[in-house]
């Protein structure tokens, strides 16, 4: 029998075999998981022999398939962390980003008096939960036209934040009413850039909400051109967008007559996010 240190330390070493890049940080999840464990706890005890067959089976399947398969880790622990709420990922959702973080602050940071907000190509609901969890809204609308995603992000929702209300709807197609903030994370990768993408992502996430067509830019053309329907006066339009897209975001804003057109860097000092306003 082993001790929880030596499982651990197989573990990461299975891991960096497999060229996973975070081997030590991914076997601690996945340990913490199988064993019920804090890393307090690990700490104390780490020389310990563990004698749960059933225990080490799990560790050892989760490790076995991240290294084989090359699963997303959060699929297969089928959570992830996001504005510090855990939220349930299935391959159904893309996995929340720490970049989309900046997202969301900068929502709460620039709109804190707005009182309505719809949340486009929602996913897992990261977005829009953590803004009724954070924010002062009180009207929450999230969109996606999966409704495989939307049945992951009603299930985040009962847990985190009930207010949410979600649709299902091809962007504006179901949406009714207007809001002071529309944001969106849409697909923006361009066609020919999805086949690069690591295995993790290409063959596990769902290409749908990956693929921004031809030049990437086929989602936020729609959204500006028909966002200005379902905003009020002087609402915020937010974005996430690709690295490479600082500049032509912007530029089809500003085209479409939104004004105070903001650029954000994330915490890698890269092009994140757009947001800008339309007074109508």
């Known amino acids: 029998m082993k001790t ?17 890049e975070n081997a030590a940080g991914e076997a601690w999840y996945f340990f913490e998981d199988a064993f019920s464990i804090s890393k307090m706890d690990y700490l104390l005890d780490q020389n310990r022999i563990c004698l749960n067959r059933k225990q ?45 973080e900046v997202l969301v602050e900068e929502v709460l940071d620039k709109a804190e008096h707005a009182k309505s907000v719809l949340d486009m190509c929602t ?4 977005i829009i939960l953590s803004l009724a969890r954070y924010g002062s809204f009180e009207r929450c609308i999230g969109t996606d ?33 207007s809001y002071d903030v529309i944001v969106s994370n849409p697909p923006y990768i361009a066609t020919e850039e999805c086949s690069r993408l690591m295995k993790e992502v290409k063959d596990y996430e769902p290409m749908m909400a990956l693929d921004g067509h031809e030049d990437g830019l086929y989602f936020y053309r729609r ?14 339009l937010f974005f996430e967008i690709g690295y490479d897209q600082g500049k032509s975001v912007p530029k089809l804003m500003e085209q479409a007559g939104f004004s105070d057109i903001r650029l954000k860097q994330d915490l890698a000092g890269l092009d994140r996010v757009v947001s800008g306003r339309y007074r109508n």
């Open 4 to 20: 929880y240190r030596e499982l651990l330390k197989e573990g990461e070493q299975k891991l960096q075999v497999a060229e996973i």
């Open 123 to 126: 996913g897992s609901g990261c």
């Open 223 to 236: 959204i500006i051109r028909d966002a200005k329907k379902y905003l009020n006066p002087g609402g915020y």
């Open 145 to 177: 036209i999966s409704k495989e995603a939307l049945k992951i992000a009603k299930e985040n929702g009962k847990s985190l934040a009930p207010m949410v209300k979600f649709i299902n709807s091809d962007l504006f197609a179901e949406v009714e009413g």
């Open 56 to 100: 080490i089976e799990k560790y050892q399947r989760y490790i076995n398939r991240r290294s084989s398969e090359h699963i997303p880790m959060q699929y297969l622990l089928g959570s992830q962390e996001f504005m510090g709420l855990s939220f349930r990922v299935t391959p159904d959702v893309l996995i929340p980003r720490q970049d989309t």
